[in-house]
């Protein structure tokens, strides 16, 4: 009991911050983004070098051929021509299991320039059993045109734990993932249309047609009637002046307005993994009726020894006599009235006595039913 009243605390709290959160209003900057000032994904492939025996083994080929290809840039040749012992004896001091095979991956922001740092994950995709201790070789990372955008390097820094002694083994975390932070420099810049273009369009985060309404209401009350327009329920397109100067400048005055955005959605979201339930303020219900109750079945069972009939000539046997239970709590049905809220479906919940586990069965019960008017999401 102790734990649904913790659990009841927790939402209230939820509420309290959502409802205290609704009644100010947020920065442009804080609900639209610059459709130009977009991230981009970059890749590329690399060796991770300087491992303690956790790298690939010679079965990987492409990790083979990525150290001799490497290595031949530099001017070391190890296979040429030589004996056949004297390959073998250099093919030997090659400790492949030293090094693994990576994918780095990075996100390029918008507005980067040469010269500056972002930070890049980097994945073994080998048998490489851990890649802790391990540094990144110089690494390319290109763009979906196909162009190098940025170049990595560095050592890893990774926080997952391989550990195996005496057939035990201890594993925390992800030891095949890494990352460098401000591990890669920036090559080349993305061109945007921020500078040539006659209006800079923002793009909404949530898709909500009050939201970009009022973001247009409140750019043409600060800067004039037609400067702002809205495209759709995600885009609004703003009239810029051409001088880069002021066009930073209005584009700073722009993301500092203060908008009422408009109420979300009603949702439901459910941690099916965690037993965590998030329960929005518009989520109302209509009328409905809830009863939770587990039917416990008790089975016990005493042995018993039967004497035998010694003038029949029997033997002693064992008899096992089961008594069976069968218990139903009772428990309330709650009826909901059209149109309850956040708080009464918290407390009805509870008054009928349900655990987090519980709560989700009925959410889902009820979006079955049709009486949830709310999106359940369930991840």
């Given at each position: ?100 095979a990576v994918l780095v991956t990075a996100e390029l922001p918008g507005f980067a320039k040469p010269g500056q740092r972002i930070d890049i994950n980097v994945s073994a995709i080998g048998k490489a059993s851990s890649l802790r201790g391990g540094s990144l070789v110089m690494t390319a990372l290109r763009g979906v045109d196909g162009e190098i955008y940025a170049i990595g390097q ?226």
């Amino acid at each position: 009991m102790k734990q649904i009243f913790y659990y009841l605390q927790i939402i209230v709290v939820m509420i309290c911050l959502v409802c205290a959160g609704a009644a100010r209003a947020d920065r442009v900057k804080d609900l639209a983004s610059v459709a130009s000032q977009r991230n981009n994904q970059l890749i590329g492939y690399g060796l991770v070098v300087g491992l303690q025996g956790t790298g690939d083994d010679a079965s990987v080929p492409f990790t083979t051929q990525s150290m001799k290809a490497m290595l031949a840039q530099m001017g070391v040749r190890i296979d040429g021509p030589l004996t056949d012992f004297e390959q073998a004896l250099t093919a030997s001091r090659v400790e492949i299991k030293n090094s693994a095979a990576v994918l780095v991956t990075a996100e390029l922001p918008g507005f980067a320039k040469p010269g500056q740092r972002i930070d890049i994950n980097v994945s073994a995709i080998g048998k490489a059993s851990s890649l802790r201790g391990g540094s990144l070789v110089m690494t390319a990372l290109r763009g979906v045109d196909g162009e190098i955008y940025a170049i990595g390097q560095g050592a890893l820094t990774a926080t997952g734990i391989d550990a195996n002694a005496a057939g035990s083994k201890v594993q925390i975390g992800v030891p095949t993932s890494a990352r460098i932070p401000s591990g890669a420099i920036v090559e080349r810049v993305v061109d945007t249309p921020f500078e040539s273009a006659d209006n800079i369009v923002l793009n909404i985060r949530e898709n909500d047609f009050s939201t970009t309404t009022a973001i247009v209401q409140a750019i043409n009350k600060k800067f004039g009637d037609g400067v702002a327009q809205a495209l759709d329920g995600t885009s609004v397109s703003v009239r810029a002046p051409q001088n880069l100067n002021q066009r930073v400048a209005f584009m700073s005055s722009v993301e500092a307005l203060e908008v009422t955005p408009g109420d979300p959605p009603a949702r439901v979201v459910i941690n099916s993994r965690t037993g965590t339930v998030v329960i929005n303020r518009s989520v109302r219900v209509t009328a409905a009726a809830v009863s939770h109750g587990t039917i416990s079945v008790a089975i016990t069972a005493t042995n018993e020894v039967s004497q035998p009939n010694a003038l029949a000539g029997g033997q002693t046997a064992n008899v096992q006599n089961a008594d069976i239970k069968v218990a139903e709590p009772n428990k309330p049905m709650f009826l909901f009235q059209p149109g309850v809220e956040l708080r009464q479906i918290v407390d009805a919940v509870n008054q009928v006595g349900a655990t987090p586990s519980a709560l989700i069965a009925i959410l889902e019960a009820l979006k079955s039913s049709g009486s949830l008017r709310a999106e359940l999401i369930i991840i």
